[in-house]
């Protein structure tokens, strides 16, 4: 009797192992049965801890979220779309199950008591189980943990950390549904655009042709950039500074200073100088009354003149030892 009581024992140790390892194979053939229908497999507290028990001979990525509007997670509904893409790819790739990996989602609408047994205050997250029997057994059994502490993460990014924390071997590729509503809209677009052309040229064309348009656009860019106003947006300088007196300072000392509305009062001055020099080249002469002629020439003159005359005032603002000087500045 004596005998047959440790023999006993150790069949009964057998049978055990036997059953606990027959329960971990017909566990993972249901959940990759329902996968197969429905991917990623919808969990509840009772199913979660059924899949995640040991032992378990396969892989389980379980996230953890909130869907629903009341928990205030918009990164758990950003994210839900990129996670059904991962889960539908992973079955479509492997649907013999040779990965042994589960996809599920756990909403906490579903799952409180998981959420509060595991203490989490965040969602999402996400929880890969390895396996604890079999070649690629991990001792402890103890989940990795993936937190999106920098944000919204796309399906590729994901599916690349669960490929290097999985066993290897060979793992199905991320493939995105095709997008019928972007090839409408670029579709849509694209001919809209070309029937808007095609009406609007003959009204579009000349105003594109007009050379005057050009030189003015070209003008004005040029004034824009030579008084300094990428240097302002580089320095971040200010508008206007005191002058420790109460009053203003419209222009800073040096040459290396400037201020915003100095750019302004810089590109004005060029551009009066620029128009009187066009008008007397371009304008003046094409006159047909010679008196006219003569008042507009001594007109813009003067207007040069004077403007110049400001601009050399300005000169020694900027730099005191300027030696040139025009009256009545």
Sequence with gaps: MWVLKP?????????????AKSRSIDKFEEYHTKSLSTAPVKLNDASYEALTSLP???SVAVLLTAIEARFGCQLCRDFQPEWEVIGKSWIKGDR???TRVIFGTLDFSDGKGTFQKLRLETAPILLLF???????????GQPLRHDFTMGLQSAEQVHSWLTRQLPPGPKP????????????????TVLGLISFLSIATPYILPIVQNRNLWAAVSLLIILLFTSGHM??????????????????????????????????????????????????????????DPQSQQIAVFAWGGVI??????????????NGGYPFHLPPF
């Design 231 to 288: 240097f302002n947006h580089i320095r971040k300088v200010p508008y206007v500074a005191g002058d420790g007196k109460g009053g203003i300072n419209y222009f800073a000392g040096g040459f290396s200073n400037q201020f915003g509305l100095e750019t302004q009062i810089v590109a004005a001055m060029y551009g009066t100088l620029s128009f009187a020099t066009i008008a007397l080249a371009l304008k003046v002469p094409r006159m047909s």
């Design 305 to 318: 003149f004077v403007m110049y005359s400001f601009l050399l005032s300005v000169f020694r603002v900027k």
């Design 96 to 98: 013999n199950g040779q």
């Design 7 to 19: 023999t006993y024992l150790v069949l009964l140790t057998f049978g055990y192992l036997a059953a």
């Design 173 to 188: 590729q991320i493939h995105r549904p095709f997008n019928y509503v972007r090839i409408v809209t670029v579709t849509t």
């Design 130 to 140: 390895p396996p604890t029997v079999g070649p690629n057994a991990k001792t402890d």
């Design 56 to 58: 378990r001979n396969h």
